[in-house]
């Protein structure tokens, strides 16, 4: 019933873009992925078939990543360049005198704009909604002869990307994620009256008490000389139920317009348990049109005490936070509203009530999911990395920052407007100035002030410039990059005396889906202790350097759910901590590791590329959430290995208050929960195994709930020595795509269940790799999880041949 009513809110906030008449522009594009030799080449009359039409274009949906594949190819660097989009609309604006707006949500890194060959508008920026004005190049185009004659009575718009590496542009080059190009974010068509609302700013606060809320209304209408309009603003509560309503005749419609003021006693007030959502309405009317807009808002008030904890309307509320980044299996940046969808749901079943979006703002669509899920959020602006450049980059992040505060002003979601994120990192100009960077800083910290009183402005890890913002975070990586996951909670408390206000934002691990480990702390006995925990210059590289068990460690999900265990353990001990956010909830895309099992991608989510859950998401569920849950560690484990009758540790993660666990129909008791009790909050079971097929099963009880997890797993006993030949075999078929698997064996034919090695597949014949995915099963390229990797291939209904290729052995090859 719960995730009904989230859905049944989020039905209520998706699509309100600035206009009733407003379109996606989805289908029936063409795409370029280079450059064209100018805008004539592009929209030029040339017929299907002609051996002339070059270049070849194919056709897309939007919306659309330049870079869905190439930015997890293992074999090429991702594109970063110029592409086109073209189209043809039918455009007919219902309004006498009315505008015709390309309203984009976001598209990377440079935009040009244009109608038939009449450059209309540019845009810099990535993450950033803008709009372009199309109204007068659509009249003129009509007027010319070729509207009717070639293109049949339609709109030739053309749209150039540009995410070529540029110095002077923010975000570096040497940021860990790709600076995505294309058309990634929905593309709209508005048609406006004469008198319409550009921003519509409503400023819901309440004070501490929460019994007395008020709402300021402000408003920015589009340019209009000599018109002047009445505008009537309606203020619903969370039914729909009209509240308020004012009339009022503004005295010029130029700059930023104040319409009136609520005052509502008791107002329901927003929180992650309750996030209950008004809607401000303003409706402006003339002889030419009417025009409506709507805004949701949320009444809360919040408090970072000094040196103490986060308040929600007066109330203590640890946050429990994640990070996303704009980035999906087969898509890349260009996520539709259905998986962002699914993805914020996600993140609040498994009990988050925080977020930073990094390492920019993000879509529209994301912010309006928060609102209703009840998800608070910091959200940045991609001065990441590099250092400081000169006045067009620093005018870019004044730029970029105005906007985010001024597109996602309304949304009671944003507590924090962040800064930057590593400016400490140099690398992208000669000269690395920190006192520039820190003047730089005050000045964006003054400027979010100025535009937005009401929230807090912060950075993470620049501690040269931690004074100067409301809320910091330093570098803590206790058990990965530095140190071991055991100092966790001393360092966090050494942090959290430097500074006013402390939130630590990033933490966690990587690992490699589908790998386990039966010793996975091993790595922990080389790393030296008492020396910080913090990312140094280095530390993300897989070779060279101190021990680390980013670099030393097994990668294994056994080890991630420990680490992730034992900090969730701890922060229910520290009372006077805000909040954490693990870093991230999803492996996404970076260029600037290579190496990683599967190359290209940052692998510390929580779930995979595609969304598909990894063990440590249970744990996190196990520790934040109420609705009773029970999750047996190792469902993606098949093959356990050890001596006979060794006894192995099955442990499982659940919010229950005991757990009865049964192997092979046999119960080994019940346990206690005990949060404090590590691993698995004392849910663990010690089981002699023997050789063989496992059935275990738990059945855990919290009062009159009754609910039970099971897996079953082959335990191995045969020792093995080094890798010797590969075993290709298919595991299954559904819906035309052939599930494939590689082993590693050794001489003898012993599956070498530890096996890490390299393994790349091909594929000749009829059918298709599905790779380029950037997740274990779902590359070409992948290091191996206990011995064995996993391809999947389109049949498309024929025959191929497939193959797998370790260095140094025999290349194995499998028909489908």
């Not at 190819?73 to 009315?98: C, F, H, K, M």
């Not at 993470?460 to 966790?488: H, N, Q």
């Not at 910080?532 to 210059?537: F, K, V, Y």
Request: overall charge neutral.
């Amino acid at each position: 019933m719960q995730k009904l009513r989230w859905l049944f809110l989020l039905t209520l906030v998706y699509g309100q873009l600035h206009a009733q008449q407003t379109t996606r522009l989805t289908g029936n594009w063409e795409f370029l992925k280079q450059d064209a030799g100018g805008i004539w080449e592009v929209v030029r009359p040339v017929g299907k078939g002609n051996p002339e039409s070059v270049p070849l274009w194919q056709n897309v949906q939007l919306p659309h990543c330049v870079n869905a594949e190439d930015a997890v190819d293992p074999d090429v660097n991702y594109y970063q360049g110029p592409a086109w989009y073209r189209t043809q609309l039918e455009i007919n604006n219902p309004y006498s005198n009315g505008r015709t707006l390309l309203f984009f949500e976001g598209a990377g890194q440079k935009t040009d704009v244009y109608v038939y060959t009449t450059k209309v508008g540019s845009h810099t920026g990535g993450y950033d909604e803008f709009t372009v004005d199309i109204t007068d190049a659509v009249a003129a185009f009509k007027k010319l002869p070729v509207y009717q004659s070639q293109f049949k009575g339609k709109i030739p718009v053309s749209i150039k990307t540009d995410n070529t590496r540029d110095l002077e542009l923010i975000p570096s080059g040497l940021s860990d994620f790709n600076v995505y190009g294309g058309i990634y974010r929905y593309l709209n068509l508005v048609y406006l009256p004469p008198v319409a609302i550009d921003k519509l700013f409503a400023k819901a606060e309440t004070d501490k008490t929460g019994k007395v809320g008020t709402v300021q209304v402000t408003a920015r209408f589009y340019p209009v000389s000599g018109m002047n309009a009445p505008v009537s603003i309606k203020l619903f509560d969370a039914n729909g139920k009209v509240v308020q309503q004012k009339e009022v005749t503004p005295a010029a419609l130029t700059g930023d317009v104040h319409l009136t003021d609520f005052t509502v006693k008791t107002p329901q007030l927003w929180s992650p348990q309750s996030p209950v959502l008004y809607t401000v309405e303003a409706t402006v009317t003339t002889a030419e049109g009417t025009f409506v807009q709507k805004e949701k808002i949320g009444f809360r008030n919040f408090e970072f005490v000094d040196h103490g904890p986060f308040l929600l309307n007066s109330q203590r509320l640890l946050l429990r936070g994640t990070h996303r980044h704009e980035d999906h299996a087969g898509v890349g940046a260009a996520m539709t509203e259905d998986m962002m969808r699914r993805e914020m749901i996600m993140m609040k079943e498994m009990g988050v009530n925080f977020i930073r979006l990094g390492h920019y703002q993000q879509s529209r669509i994301i912010l309006n999911l928060c609102d209703s899920l009840g998800i608070l959020v910091w959200e940045e602006i991609p001065w990441c990395r590099g250092g400081l450049g000169g006045p067009v980059y620093q005018g870019q992040a004044r730029r970029m920052l105005t906007n985010m505060i001024e597109q996602h002003y309304n949304h009671p979601a944003v507590i924090i407007w962040g800064m930057g994120n590593e400016n400490d990192w140099p690398g992208d100009q000669p000269e690395f100035d920190k006192e520039k960077i820190r003047n730089f800083m005050r000045e964006l910290n003054t400027l979010s002030h100025q535009l937005d009183p009401s929230r807090k402005t912060a950075i993470r890890r620049c501690d040269f410039c931690k004074d100067i913002v409301d809320v910091y975070s330093p570098s803590i990586w206790a058990g990965w990059y530095r140190g071991v996951f055991t100092e966790y909670k001393q360092v966090t408390e050494e942090e959290f005396k430097k500074v006013n206000h402390f939130l630590h934002v990033e933490w966690g691990g990587d690992s490699h889906a589908g790998r386990h480990a039966e010793n996975p702390d091993k790595a922990l006995q080389v790393v030296k202790t008492g020396n910080g925990a913090d990312e140094r210059a280095g530390d993300a590289s897989l070779f060279g350097g101190a021990a680390r068990v980013s670099k030393d460690g097994d990668w294994s999900e056994t080890y991630l759910c420990n680490l992730v265990d034992w900090h969730l353990k701890e922060q229910e001990t520290m009372p006077w901590l805000t909040g954490s956010a693990q870093w991230p909830f999803k492996d996404f895309s970076t260029p600037v590791r290579p190496d990683n099992p599967v190359p290209y991608m940052n692998q510390k989510g929580v779930v995979e590329r595609d969304l598909t859950k990894k063990e440590a998401y249970y744990v996190f569920q196990s520790y934040w959430t109420t609705k009773p849950m029970a999750h047996i560690y190792g469902h993606t484990w098949p093959v356990r290995w050890g001596n006979e009758g060794e006894e192995k540790m099955i442990k499982v993660y659940s919010n229950c208050a005991e757990a009865e666990l049964f192997v092979n129909g046999k119960s080994y008791g019940v346990k206690k929960r005990n949060s404090q009790d590590f691993p698995a909050a004392g849910l663990r079971w010690n089981v002699p195994l023997s050789a063989g097929m496992q059935q275990v099963k738990v059945i855990a009880k919290n009062g009159k709930t009754v609910l039970s997890d099971s897996i079953s797993f082959t335990y191995q006993t045969s020792k093995w020595s080094k890798p010797a030949k590969l075993l290709l075999e298919k595991i299954g078929e559904e819906n035309g795509i052939a599930t494939m698997q590689v082993k590693l064996l050794d001489e003898k034919g012993v599956p070498c269940l530890d096996a890490a090695n390299w393994i790349r597949f091909g594929l000749a014949g009829d059918g298709k790799l599905i790779d380029n995915q950037g997740t274990p099963s779902g590359s070409r390229y992948v290091q191996a999880y206990n011995g064995r990797a996993i391809i999947r291939v389109q049949t498309n209904g024929g025959h191929s041949v497939i193959s797998a290729q370790r260095e140094g052995l025999t290349t194995v090859f499998k028909d489908i």
